[in-house]
């Protein structure tokens, strides 16, 4: 498939599938189940509208979503309770495969997700956005549904920045710009039609999560790509057009911190997939500046990408996984 012809074909808007009744009926009779996980760290100010919304949209007004949790990193705030006193089911990363020890990251709660809930389909939205809409889920899972050949959706949208002065006409999307976007069109250009490669709103079908190792920081959308690609080409993937995102806007420290964990991740891949013969041995030391009284002083940071394996490979999950599909087969029966 070229790029041209999966851009034509594979990529949506989110109005295409706004007949969620018509959407439910079809996830039903594929006997599908879809869990929505948003994975969090002190996002008392946005989780409450989020589950909210996602309840009465999308599992009492018409049943798209059959579970919803929150996968907490150990928010200090009041993040756990405002989402359990809204309905979701909320668990704590560490409490997830204990014995295998904890972990602090985004991509950590990502991969304890594949082991904790149920569906066939899970879909990831991060916690912190703003102008939350039904359409940040029915999007993302409704070409898993129509299109079996699809195994991963991404989102893109425009992303205005909210300011001090407001909301700005465009902006974001840096660190896509500026580094995946260029790392892409030079070893993988057909990734390059992503159009927001590091968008954390995603849908995923089990079979395809399982498989997959999770960075468990800023490297896991990009590993994901690579992966992906790599095990089931370009025809795998979708992209649905939400419109808008609105979010908080992230310091240029904190780009370059993303930017440093993300590039850790790209060399190792690249080096698996034998298209670097070998790396040396990488620093995990960030060393930017900041001026202190007209001095300048070095902050240095300790970023390390470690990799979580594919929760295939994880006993406990195959175990359970088993019993669940036993359980499944007895309640047709």
Partial sequence: MSLDTWLKNNTFHHSHFSDLESLVNEKQKQKLKI???IPTLNEEKTIGKEIVIFKSELMSRNPLVDELAVIDSGSKDKTQE?????GADVYLAKDILP????????????WK??????????VYIDADI???HPRFVYGLVAPLILRKEIKYVKAFYDRPLASSSGIRPSG???VTEILIRPLFSLFFPELSGII??????????REVLEQIPFPIGYGVETSHLLDVYQK???KAFGQTDLDQRVHRNQETRDLGKMAFGILQTFLSRMQSLNLIKEIPEMSTILRQFQVNDKVFEAVEKKIVEEERPPMISIDDYLKKRKKFSSGKAKAKS
């Fill in 130 to 132: 703003k102008n939350i």
């Fill in 113 to 122: 997700a594949i082991y904790q809930l149920k569906g066939d389909i899970i």
């Fill in 99 to 110: 014995h295998l020890g904890e972990k602090r990251g985004k991509g950590e709660n990502l």
């Fill in 35 to 37: 869990s929505l996980c």
């Fill in 232 to 234: 089931w080409g370009l």
């Fill in 196 to 205: 927001q490669p590091l968008s954390g709103e995603y849908a995923v079908r």
């Fill in 82 to 86: 405002i989402a359990s006193s809204f």
């Fill in 172 to 174: 974001g999307g840096r």
